[in-house]
Every structure is written in C-alpha cells, then in structure tokens.
C-alpha cells in the first residue's frame, strides 16, 4: 500500500486526478472503475477542468461503476446514475456507450437471504461479463464508509463477493438520508461490485477527508485484513493508492507514510 497524506481535501483531489490522468494518457482506452458520494467530488471536478484547459481525451476512455441503490429510476436525483452524469459525464468527452452502471430497476423483487431473484443474479452476473469483455477494470476509484465499507460491500461481506445485491446497514443508511427528505426515502438495497471484483483492478486508489473517515481509514490500513472492515482487504492487492487530507491520516501510526 502506498499511503499519500495531503494537505486538504483540494491537494487530496488533485493528486488523485494528476494519476488517473497519467493513466489516460498512458492508455487512452483506460478501463476506469468509478465511485459517487461526497468524496470523488473533486477528483472529478478537476478532470474536468484538465479536459477543458489541457485536453484530457475521454473519447476511448471505457467506466463501470461500482454500485447503484435498487429501486431509484436513472432519472431519480439520488440515483447514481444521476450523479455521475450530473457531476462528471456530462463536462467531459465519454462516449456514452463507454458507460457502465449497475442498473438499479428490476420491478418486483423477490428478496429472502437464502437466494436471490433471478433476474438480479442474471444482471449480477452480465455487470461481471461486461466488465471482463473489457479486459478487466485497470484503475478503480474508491471511497471508504465511515465503518469501513467499499462500494456497497458492507462489514461481514465475503471477501470473495463478486457484483450481488447487498442489504444496506442502518448505519449506512442514516449516513446516506442527507441527501434524502427522510431516512424512510433511502432505499434499503444496492447492486454492488464485490469485494472479489474490485481486487481483480489492477490498480486501486482509494481516497478519504474529513475527521469522521479516520477511524475507518486506521482500520482499513493498520488493522488485521477481516470482513468488518472490508477496505482492510486492500492490504492483499498488488497495487492500492490511499490517498487521504490531514484529518483522515490523523489516527495512523504507521511509519511508511508518505507526507506529500
Ligand atoms: C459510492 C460508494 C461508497 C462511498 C462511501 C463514502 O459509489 O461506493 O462506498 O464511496 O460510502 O461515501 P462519501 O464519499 O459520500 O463519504
């Protein structure tokens, strides 16, 4: 793992878009694998604007991203769908064909914790397809959940898990209602990519700010690799950026940390 502790959330943003543009540049068919939230914000904010003033090419560029809330229309202002055209699609470039997405609407479901409706299972197993077609995800985005989650993968996912529906926690749930009128409005699945599914990108950087990552981030880097804390697996790959501001570096021990 290699640990980059910037300034702020701003230097954090920029360090994280100096490398995923190099990686376009290197490869300008990159297979990116994206995530939403509050996090890659300004990551995305600054590709843009390396697109607009330096001409960061998206035009081959292929994304599949990690997850979407079941239940929630692409149109729907909290589905992930929404955000990644409001807030990166849309300024940039990317040939819309290029844009992968877990659909997020499968009409009624049949839910029960010893099996999963075949239609999802069917769409789960295309998302995985789709992405191999592709040669597989060669820089993947992350952020982390204050308790530890990647993507969707919640604590206690298998470490294995390839894309499947996951039960969001509570604690997920009541972190995610700010974007909601209500917590009752925050749907209660997702479709994710899997703990497994993630580790197979070749690379991985992972960013987090803010005080109330610190914890997770302490995990995830200097506590054992267990299910409860599902970004503690990214200790095993071969190739994982933690790129993190001040705040969230600020229970690490650790001595291998690089202040840049
Ligand atoms: C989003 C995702 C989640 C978020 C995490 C942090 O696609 O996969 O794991 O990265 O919940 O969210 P923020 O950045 O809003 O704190």
Known sequence: MLV?????????????????????????????????????????KELIRMHREEGLDFSKVVTFNLDEYVGLPPEHDQSYHYFMWENFFKHININPANVHIPQGMFGDLKISPYETDPKVEAYCQWYEEQIKKFGGIDLQILG?????????????????????????TEKTRQDNSRFFKSIDEVPKYAITMGIGTIMEAKEVILLANGENKADAVKAAVEGPITAMCPASMLQMHRKAIIILDKKAASKLSAEFIYYG
């Open 4 to 44: 980059i502790v910037k300034e702020d959330y701003d230097a954090m943003s920029k360090e994280a878009a100096k490398i995923v543009a190099d990686r376009i540049r290197r490869k300008p068919n990159l297979v990116l694998g994206l995530a939403t939230g509050s996090t890659p914000l300004g990551l995305y």
């Open 144 to 168: 982390i959940g204050a308790n530890g989650h990647i993507a969707f993968n919640e604590p206690g996912s298998s470490l294995g898990s390839r894309t499947r529906i996951k039960t969001l």
